[in-house]
């Protein structure tokens, strides 16, 4: 499909469509990647060899599987921009990941270590670990010295036993979750996590985490299963959309015989909104008129969209924050005029 080919992908992503009625599995996975001299075309000196890479990648997997913290070594010594959320890849649909990654993804249980990949892009160590993090939560709005004297006496109440709940609904500033017991959010795991999110996964199942500071104030939280956890309170980052693309002879992929001028291009694609706006369907416009053949064949269906693709392009942003049957403004891209409508 030309509208899937303007996702362009990250080195470790492909790009799958998910046309299947459910949304696809997740999964995630935390990540070490160490550079050396000798990758083709490496722009900065790392100071070692491979081999000399290979032995601290063996040592530190070595570490991890006497009990080290995965997240703690990548935070250390992982060259991936991902160190700074301790190795977190992210979560991933199947097939999203390039191979080897997917297939060691799909194929893991939970915590398990892959081998060593030695690729061109380096050295790259993965572990499979929970896509989501389920939390309570008790805010104290501000940061004030009697705030934080109220924050050490709630974490001394709740490592004494006391229910978080009872505690959450009589002193939380975040008046949502205190009605509800301080039930909070299921997040999902993404790549650069920070502040709650991150404690959030850096919290082990059971435990009270805290107290940490935001703009917002203090925040104490205890990890949950995410089953617990009523379903509109979970993170979701994935939409069902469908697109049309009107194509121009200067568009990338173009009919050589098409005469049609971008300007004329745009005018149809406006014409598609007005024509949806006025009734029709979208998916019926799609399969009759579409100049993405793949598309056309579908009605349109781009399947399952997931939002922390990191090359997802940016028109699709807004779709994300939108109404199941909002469509988007028409879009200029490489391949012609783009219109796209969410559906789920």
Same mark, same amino acid.
């Given at each position: 499909?030309?509208?899937?080919?303007?996702?362009?992908?990250?080195?470790? #992503?492909?790009?799958?469509?998910y046309?299947?009625?459910?949304?696809?599995?997740?999964?995630?996975?935390?990540?070490? +990647?160490? +550079?050396?001299?000798?990758?083709?075309?490496?722009p900065?000196?790392?100071?070692?060899?491979?081999?000399? $890479?290979?032995?601290? *990648?063996?040592? @530190?997997?070595?570490?991890?599987?006497?009990?080290?913290?995965?997240?703690?070594?990548?935070?250390?010594?992982?060259?991936?921009?991902?160190s700074?959320?301790?190795?977190?890849?992210?979560?991933?649909?199947?097939? *999203? #990941?390039?191979?080897?990654?997917?297939?060691f993804?799909?194929?893991? !249980?939970?915590?398990?270590?892959?081998?060593?990949?030695? #690729?061109?892009?380096?050295?790259?160590?993965?572990?499979?670990?929970?896509?989501?993090?389920?939390?309570?939560?008790?805010?104290?709005?501000g940061?004030?010295? !009697?705030?934080?004297?109220?924050? $050490?006496s @709630?974490?001394a109440?709740?490592?004494?036993?006391?229910? =978080?709940?009872?505690?959450a609904?009589?002193?939380s500033?975040?008046?949502g979750?205190?009605?509800?017991?301080?039930?909070y959010?299921?997040?999902?795991?993404g790549?650069?996590?920070? +502040?709650?999110? +991150? !404690?959030?996964?850096?919290?082990?199942?059971?435990?009270?985490?805290?107290?940490?500071?935001?703009?917002?104030? @203090?925040?104490?939280?205890?990890?949950v299963?995410p089953?617990?956890?009523?379903?509109?309170?979970?993170?979701?980052n =994935?939409?069902r959309?469908?697109?049309?693309l009107?194509?121009?002879?200067?568009?990338?992929?173009?009919?050589?015989?098409?005469?049609?001028?971008?300007?004329?291009?745009?005018?149809?694609?406006d014409?598609?909104?007005?024509?949806?706006?006025?009734?029709?369907?979208? $998916?019926?416009?799609?399969?009759r008129?579409?100049d993405?053949?793949?598309g056309?064949?579908?009605?349109?269906?781009?399947?399952?969209?997931?939002?922390?693709?990191?090359?997802?392009?940016?028109? =699709?942003?807004?779709?994300?924050?939108?109404?199941?049957?909002?469509?988007s403004?028409?879009? @200029?891209?490489?391949?012609?005029?783009?219109?796209?409508?969410?559906e789920?």
């Amino acid at each position: 499909m030309l509208i899937a080919t303007l996702c362009i992908q990250a080195s470790l #992503l492909a790009h799958p469509l998910y046309v299947q009625e459910e949304q696809p599995e997740l999964r995630s996975a935390q990540h070490i +990647l160490l +550079l050396h001299d000798d990758m083709e075309g490496q722009p900065f000196e790392q100071g070692r060899t491979r081999e000399e $890479a290979l032995e601290l *990648m063996k040592d @530190l997997r070595r570490l991890i599987e006497e009990g080290e913290d995965f997240g703690g070594l990548a935070r250390e010594f992982s060259n991936a921009r991902t160190s700074a959320s301790y190795g977190s890849l992210g979560s991933f649909p199947p097939g *999203m #990941l390039k191979e080897p990654f997917n297939g060691f993804l799909y194929g893991a !249980e939970m915590g398990e270590l892959s081998e060593i990949f030695d #690729l061109p892009s380096g050295l790259h160590l993965l572990k499979r670990v929970e896509p989501h993090a389920a939390i309570l939560q008790i805010q104290l709005e501000g940061t004030s010295e !009697e705030n934080r004297e109220l924050a $050490a006496s @709630l974490m001394a109440q709740l490592r004494a036993g006391a229910d =978080f709940g009872d505690l959450a609904r009589k002193h939380s500033s975040d008046t949502g979750s205190a009605a509800r017991g301080g039930q909070y959010r299921v997040f999902e795991r993404g790549s650069n996590d920070s +502040l709650l999110k +991150l !404690e959030a996964f850096r919290t082990a199942q059971g435990e009270i985490g805290g107290p940490l500071e935001s703009p917002l104030g @203090l925040h104490l939280i205890k990890r949950v299963e995410p089953s617990s956890l009523p379903r509109d309170l979970w993170e979701d980052n =994935f939409i069902r959309a469908r697109g049309i693309l009107v194509s121009h002879l200067n568009a990338v992929g173009a009919d050589p015989d098409l005469n049609r001028t971008q300007s004329e291009a745009k005018a149809l694609a406006d014409e598609v909104i007005q024509r949806v706006e006025g009734g029709e369907s979208f $998916a019926e416009i799609a399969a009759r008129f579409n100049d993405d053949p793949g598309g056309k064949e579908r009605a349109g269906d781009l399947g399952w969209i997931h939002r922390q693709n990191p090359d997802l392009p940016i028109f =699709f942003s807004g779709l994300f924050v939108a109404k199941p049957g909002t469509m988007s403004p028409a879009h @200029l891209t490489s391949a012609g005029v783009v219109v796209l409508i969410r559906e789920k």
